[in-house]
């Protein structure tokens, strides 16, 4: 049960892992972007996995609720909310890039490009 | 309960993280981090954090995948990268997994009443937003008016990406990947001729549209806000321009007129900051708004700054669809 | 009475999960991807609808069971359409059915559908066949089971005749 | 009735993981959109039953924005399918004009 309970962390390691790998390994640039958006994405599974209180529930508080709820953390969420928007924004934003990288290029393939940066 | 259920949902983000990195096909990793952010999704609800879902949703499940694919359609569907030759990021990613495995050893069980984070500022955010602010929703109290200089710098942050994609996929047409013309008038830019998608869809956008003004409006009382409200109208646009074609969505929603949401969104949330001032309070201290009531002044503050970010998402994400769907037809 | 409606509902969301993973056995085990779309399609409707059902009797008289038909609403309308628009990606992409003949053995009869060959056409037109599709006479089939095949065959490849044009 | 809802939950979720393990196998791209969308489905059902398993109805917003926005995403796929055989014309042009 104990380990259990740490299961959520581990996977956040797992999905860093993965995420790093798959920006330093894959030479493609959209590759890397997806990279980093699982990246991302394993940061808000941390943030999120903090909040949770056992027996609790969504810090939303109830007009009839008994005095003794309990609520969930709520500043993790308020913190994760905004990155998800911010996340989607910079990522739409790495992609013009290699939007334009491909159009001046013909390629997005960090190779090809270094490549054809040395026959310059 | 929540454990099993956490099995399940954090078991297969893995496969499919795994799936993702594996894959050479670039639409194939979309379709799968597409399934990968509605896991994620699930698993926010789960964890009790339903603001954090709805947004997960929409933006993940609505708006990244439109995002990527028109992104693929103007770069490549397949990835060429050779084959991994050293071991260097192997080895680096294993060496900050290991690290960080061993440092959440130490961490606090999922769900301990205990830990650390529920002890410093949350309880209080907990007990007095009823006595101060009088919402039910805390996460909006904290997010519009609590932390509402971050969110400010959030917000700005969104406009300065909006920025940066319109001068990156601005006017200028490209030079190497011109198409002959007899090509260009082959393709098709919408869904028009599909009857059935066009007529079910155009059926949805007013639901869509009304659904992200009810999120707006009640995100004190609900799971909302201005973030969710602008993604969710943004998407009914959308929606509009893949079935009409993105000319007539440009018809619809002019670019001047997105530009000027996107600008008048960050434009009201500083300006009721700066009115606080003027009124004799902090910046961003809405309580001075209404001099005779204070949490009333409270609740104006945060409808007011809501707007703000419900147009500014807005306007940010109609405007990089456009700017990616533009580049399609040139 | 609370008794009869728990028993209801418990019955409805039982047969609903049934019929759901009935759904995703089927998209498992179904030999290609069509049969797979109809497996998925079909118990997604029937399972969600269910469950949905399920859930409204246990609202009571709050907002939720309107939501949640909302919900129903929503999901009857968008899950067809969006097979519809899969289905559609992938015949207009040339991914061919996988069908039997009355021997079991394999044979890719979608191919001859699509492409309608000259010598499978027979000039002796049912009139199904000619309301299917009257304009195209090379593509008339003698066979009524082909006919409604062709249905499925005719939009895509009118489809692209319009966008070449 | 709690256990009601946690088998059917389970029902959902074994049914999801069927699902991810047909948008792995593919094995047309075609195979991972319908894995894709059936996911989505499965994500409403599973996000209503869970509200209702939290005791908490009134977050049935969350499955309502995902019955309405789920479906966006086939269009784009659709649209994406459409333009393709363009764009892979366009792509042989420019390789012979190079």
Same mark, same amino acid.
């Given at each position: 049960m104990e380990i259990l309970g740490l299961y959520n962390y581990v996977v956040f390691a797992v999905l860093l892992m993965v995420g790093l790998y798959c920006i330093l390994a894959r030479t493609n640039i959209v590759k890397s972007i997806i990279g980093l958006s699982i990246f991302q994405s394993a940061v808000f599974l941390l943030y999120i996995s903090m909040d949770k209180v056992d027996g609790g529930t969504a810090p939303i508080i109830q007009p009839g609720a008994p005095a003794d709820t309990i609520y969930a953390n709520p500043l993790p969420q308020v913190l994760i909310l905004t990155a998800i928007v911010v996340g989607i924004s910079t990522t739409a934003l790495a992609l013009a890039v290699a939007v334009r990288i491909k159009e001046a290029y013909g390629t997005i393939e960090e190779d090809k490009i270094q490549e054809m940066d040395r026959e310059l | 309960m929540t454990i099993v259920f956490s099995l399940f949902l954090l078991s297969m983000l893995v496969l499919v993280a795994v799936a993702v990195l594996r894959t050479d096909n670039l639409f194939t990793a979309v379709m799968l981090s597409g399934v990968f952010s509605l896991i994620m999704a699930?698993? @926010?609800?789960?964890?009790?954090?339903?603001?954090?879902?709805?947004?997960?949703?929409? *933006?993940?499940?609505?708006?990244?995948?439109?995002?990527?694919l028109g992104a693929l359609a103007l770069t490549s569907e397949q990835d060429r990268s050779p084959p991994v030759g050293s071991w260097v990021p192997l080895l680096t990613s294993s060496a900050l997994g290991g690290v960080i495995i061993y440092a959440v050893m130490q961490a606090p069980r999922l769900g301990d009443p205990n830990a650390i984070v529920h002890m410093h500022v949350a309880p209080w955010y907990l007990e007095?937003?009823?006595?101060?602010?009088?919402?039910?929703?805390?996460?909006?109290?904290?997010?519009?008016?609590? #932390?509402?200089? +971050?969110?400010?710098?959030?917000?700005?942050?969104? @406009? *300065?990406?909006?920025?940066?994609?319109?001068?990156?996929?601005? #006017?200028?047409?490209? #030079?190497?990947?011109? *198409?002959?013309?007899?090509?260009?008038?082959?393709?098709?830019?919408?869904? #028009?001729?599909?009857? $059935?998608?066009?007529?079910?869809?155009?059926?949805? $956008?007013?639901? *869509?549209?009304?659904?992200?003004?009810?999120?707006?409006?009640?995100? +004190?009382?609900?799971?909302g806000g201005g973030f969710q409200a602008g993604a969710l109208v943004a998407a009914g646009i959308i929606l509009y321009a893949l079935l009409e074609g993105d000319t007539r969505a440009r018809q619809l929603v002019p670019e001047w007129f997105s530009s000027v949401l996107v600008a008048l969104g960050a434009f009201t949330y500083a300006s009721v900051g700066v009115a606080c001032m003027v009124m004799g309070g902090r910046f961003l201290d809405y309580s001075v708004l209404d001099p005779h009531d204070a949490i009333h002044g409270q609740h104006l503050g945060i409808l007011l700054v809501e707007a703000g970010v419900g147009m500014t998402v807005a306007g940010v994400m109609i405007t990089i669809f456009h700017a990616f769907a533009r580049r399609g037809i040139r | 009475m609370d008794l009869l409606l728990d028993i209801i509902a418990s019955v409805c969301l039982i047969a609903g999960a049934f019929l759901v993973f009935v759904g995703g056995f089927g998209v498992m085990r179904m030999p290609d991807f069509y049969t797979r779309m109809h497996a998925a399609s079909l118990t997604d409707t029937g399972g969600a609808a269910l469950i949905l059902i399920g859930l409204m009797l246990q609202g009571g008289l709050t907002l939720a069971p309107v939501k949640l038909i909302a919900i129903f609403l929503f999901l009857f309308l968008?899950?067809?359409? &969006?097979?519809?628009?899969?289905?559609? &990606? &992938? %015949?207009?992409? !040339? %991914?061919?059915?996988?069908?039997?003949?009355?021997?079991?053995?394999? %044979?890719?009869?979608?191919?001859?559908?699509?492409? !309608?060959?000259? /010598?499978?056409?027979?000039?002796? !037109?049912?009139?199904a066949a000619k309301?299917?599709?009257?304009?195209?006479?090379?593509?008339?089939?003698? /066979?009524?089971?082909?006919?409604?095949?062709?249905?499925?065959?005719?939009?895509?490849?009118?489809?692209?005749?319009?966008?070449?044009? | 009735m709690e256990w009601i809802y946690f088998v059917t939950c389970i029902g959902i979720l074994v049914t999801m993981v069927l699902a991810v393990v047909r948008g792995l196998v593919g094995p047309s791209i075609f195979d991972r959109v319908l894995a894709v969308n059936m996911f989505g489905t499965k994500t409403v059902l599973f996000l209503a039953v869970v509200s209702f398993l939290s005791g908490r109805p009134d977050f049935l917003d969350l499955a309502l924005a995902y019955a309405l926005i789920n479906f966006i995403g086939v269009f784009a796929v659709l649209l994406f399918f459409q333009s393709r055989e363009v764009r892979r014309a366009a792509e042989a042009e420019n390789e012979a004009r190079r």
């Open positions: - | 699930a698993n @926010f609800f789960v964890l009790d954090a339903a603001d954090v879902a709805l947004t997960e949703a929409v *933006i993940g499940a609505g708006i990244s995948t439109v995002l990527f007095k937003t009823p006595e101060l602010i009088d919402v039910p929703n805390v996460v909006t109290a904290v997010l519009a008016s609590f #932390r509402g200089y +971050d969110t400010l710098g959030e917000v700005f942050v969104v @406009f *300065i990406a909006c920025i940066g994609v319109m001068s990156l996929l601005g #006017r200028v047409r490209p #030079r190497r990947e011109t *198409i002959s013309e007899e090509t260009f008038s082959k393709q098709s830019r919408n869904l #028009r001729h599909h009857l $059935i998608p066009r007529v079910v869809g155009k059926m949805l $956008i007013p639901f *869509i549209v009304l659904f992200g003004l009810y999120v707006q409006f009640h995100g +004190d009382f609900g799971p | 968008t899950s067809p359409t &969006a097979s519809y628009a899969l289905a559609n &990606a &992938a %015949l207009l992409s !040339g %991914l061919k059915p996988v069908c039997r003949n009355e021997t079991g053995s394999a %044979l890719p009869t979608g191919q001859v559908v699509a492409t !309608g060959s000259p /010598d499978a056409a027979k000039p002796a !037109g049912k009139p309301k299917t599709a009257p304009k195209k006479t090379a593509r008339k089939k003698t /066979d009524a089971k082909k006919a409604v095949k062709k249905k499925a065959a005719k939009k895509p490849a009118g489809k692209s005749a319009r966008k070449s044009s | -």
